[in-house]
């Protein structure tokens, strides 16, 4: 488990990281920048699903700093079941946010 939680921590620091070059993209100084959808659905639904009851603070910062990726490349069925999940374990911070994306996905 505590390797699968590295390999969880090391895709969310890569798709920061990623975010921050598409923000740079999005300013018009890179064109044509490929959008790594494999995996982002995944890590997220790892992050909320690896805890027992609750989701650690550390994780709901993590996945709140990639919602504008979770909202550019998933989709609305993968937003829905990030946030069914969320929602299972009592996390109204996320809730909230999945339940905003979905909004601005209909």
Do not use: W
């Not at 009851?53 to 550019?72: G, N, R």
Request: glycine fraction near 2%.
């Amino acid at each position: 488990m505590k390797n699968s939680r590295y390999h969880l921590d090391l895709i969310f620091q890569l798709h920061r990281e990623f975010l921050n070059f598409l923000a740079y993209s999005v300013e018009g100084k890179i064109q044509n920048v490929p959008v790594p959808i494999l995996s982002l659905y995944q890590a997220v639904y790892g992050k909320i699903t690896a805890s027992r009851h609750t989701i650690e603070k550390d994780d709901i910062q993590d996945i709140i700093s990639v919602l504008p990726l979770i909202e550019k490349v998933c989709s609305e069925e993968e937003i829905q079941l990030l946030y069914e999940t969320a929602k299972e374990k009592n996390c109204q911070k996320l809730v909230s946010c999945f339940k905003e994306i979905l909004k601005r996905k209909k």
